[in-house]
């Protein structure tokens, strides 16, 4: 009817394009798949498709105390950067979302600054100046580290849902009396409260998956889990890890997908963007 | 009615005082501000000392050590080579999943979006591991090619420079696809439909009116993808068996086996000088919150 309709590139005519993107898509998600049935191998070498069912890997991995020391530092590391970056970044994205300065972009600047430095050169210069503050293979020291690459993600993400928030809301409560602490935690924090939820869950993986810095400022008994896993990898690929992997990508298939399930369950407005 | 009266009369009452009161706001991001001072600006500062002072006073010899030493300039061309040719790769494969993405339903683009968020949330080395496992010479890729009959002997596909350049693509394409897919979803549908209907072809419509305005977006994803790669460690030393030497690799080796840390801050520096030079440039087409992305 419409010629400029007519025009339109059919789905048959960009065929090519879906078998690309979707070769792409097989290579993005593939490789960290294929680990999930090796895992499960009851043989020393890693065999695919594996030649029976095992969880001898996993046993190994739970029975080892040293396996279960460096989780158990990872899981401490992460859970204190989320405590202390969550709160931090919160108030640092109020703070700089309400109060319109001169100082306000330069402040932020100053707070997203980790995302660009290279974490290398965080870890070296870290690793000197921990040395001398005695922060070196502490929880502290650790902890400090990662609250600092977690904190732009924190105040990225509440930057963003505080964007989306009506502040007059807040205004609303304050004339009729409430203090601006009140008015915060009972009017603004509880509708802002996904995007506070994805910053520390950013903040979670940023820590648990960080491995450089944790190869400078923790050794020994202060291993994370990441940074075994770095070493033993550089000695032999052992289906140990493969395990480990499995139970991580468990974890991240369960993130992904409820991100997933509460986007499609969002009603979407008239005019909306992604 | 009342609402927006009380609405005016609280927004009246609170421009008077506030001016003291933005103060005391801004003054909510100095916990966050000390502790970036105590773990970034001290430690890279010191670095900057290191690499200028030694126990004699200042010095230039770490950085006409860089200069000197033809091991330097291949480390950095290396580097560059590598994270050039990373994001290339990264490019060709991002652009096309990013754009069939931005046309497909909403339902449909968010699966595609969730296969590639996957990955990004997945660790690292889990990530690692997998390509190493996938690509060893007994691997799962070198058997399936041995039995398709593409080829006799296994090929040397992880250990070396294309192992590293496979693992690197794999980590960075979603920092690629998701902000260029962002990008492309904000251009007027509209448009390349008007360029149709006044007599382009879709492929015209496509070069002529959508790609160019896409280029911002991927020019900016690309510099970051760039960047990071400058930056590197975990992925191309494990993949690259020790064949492949980045920037990254010889800071720490010359901070932690020879102690020399005048070398290894001098190297920092000049990494740092690069690396922000280019996010200068980036930040020219786009705001510092858009580069929401994990450092590796």
Same mark, same amino acid.
Do not use: W
């Given at each position: 009817m419409s010629s400029g309709i007519d025009r339109d590139v059919s789905h048959w005519q960009r065929a090519w394009l879906y078998v690309y993107a979707g070769l792409v898509l097989l290579f993005l998600v593939v490789p960290i798949l294929i680990v999930v049935p090796m895992?499960?191998?009851?043989?020393e070498h890693l065999e695919f498709p594996p030649p029976a069912l095992s969880l001898r890997w996993y046993q190994s991995f739970f029975g080892s105390t040293e396996w279960m020391d460096a989780a158990w530092v990872s899981i401490r590391a992460a859970f204190f950067t989320v405590l202390v970056a969550t709160p931090l970044g919160t108030a640092a994205a109020y703070g700089l979302h309400v109060a319109a300065s001169r100082w306000t972009k330069i402040l932020r600047a100053a707070l997203v600054v980790p995302l660009i430095v290279p974490v290398i050169i965080v870890a070296i210069g870290l690793f000197y100046v921990f040395a001398k503050l005695g922060l070196i293979n502490t929880m502290t020291g650790l902890v400090l580290a990662h609250t600092v690459l977690a904190i732009p993600f924190v105040i990225v993400t509440v930057t963003a849902g505080l964007r989306r928030y009506e502040m007059s809301q807040e205004m609303v409560a304050r004339s009729l009396g409430a203090n601006r602490w009140v008015a915060f935690f009972t009017v603004t924090l509880p509708q802002i409260r996904i995007s506070v939820l994805s910053g520390a869950l950013f903040a979670w993986v940023t820590s648990f998956d960080e491995v450089v810095i944790a190869l400078f400022i923790s050794r020994g008994e202060s291993s994370t889990l990441t940074r075994k896993m770095f070493t033993s990898l550089r000695d032999q690929v052992s289906p140990t890890i493969a395990a480990i992997s499995t139970m991580l990508i468990a974890l991240s298939i369960l993130v992904a997908a409820a991100i997933l399930i509460q986007e499609l369950s969002r009603p979407q407005r008239a005019g909306q963007r992604a | 009615m009342t609402t927006s009266v009380g609405v005016a009369v609280g927004a009246a009452a609170l421009a008077s005082d506030a001016r003291g009161e933005r103060r005391r706001l801004l003054l909510l991001s100095s916990p966050a501000m000390l502790v970036v001072a105590l773990v970034i600006f001290i430690p890279v500062g010191w670095l900057f000392w290191l690499s200028f002072f030694d126990q004699t006073g200042a010095t230039t010899a770490n950085y006409v050590r860089l200069i000197d030493n033809s091991a330097y300039y291949k480390i950095f061309q290396t580097t560059f080579l590598l994270s050039a040719i990373v994001t290339l790769v990264t490019i060709l494969l991002g652009y096309p999943l990013a754009y069939l993405l931005s046309q497909l339903s909403r339902r449909a683009a968010l699966i595609g979006l969730a296969l590639v968020l996957l990955p990004f949330w997945t660790s690292l080395l889990v990530r690692t591991y997998a390509w190493l496992v996938l690509l060893q010479r007994n691997g799962l890729v070198n058997t399936a090619l041995i039995k398709l009959g593409l080829i006799d002997q296994p090929l &040397?596909?992880?250990?070396n420079f294309t192992g590293a350049v496979i693992g690197m693509v794999h980590i960075m394409l979603p920092f690629l696809v998701l902000p260029l897919y962002a990008s492309m979803k904000s251009i007027d549908p509209l448009l390349p439909r008007a360029a149709m209907s006044l007599g382009a072809s879709p492929r015209a419509a496509f070069w002529t009116v959508f790609a160019p305005l896409t280029l911002p977006g991927l020019f900016a994803g690309s510099l970051l993808v760039f960047i990071y790669c400058l930056g590197f460690y975990i992925v191309p030393q494990v993949l690259g068996g020790g064949r492949v030497n980045m920037v990254a690799m010889k800071i720490l080796e010359n901070a932690?086996?020879?102690?020399?840390w005048g070398a290894a801050s001098a190297l920092g520096v000049v990494l740092l000088v690069v690396t922000l030079g280019i996010f200068y440039v980036i930040g020219r087409f786009l705001p &510092?919150?858009?580069?929401s992305a994990e450092p590796r």
């Open positions: 895992s499960f191998t009851p043989s | &040397a596909l992880v250990y932690t086996t020879y102690f020399n &510092a919150e858009r580069l």
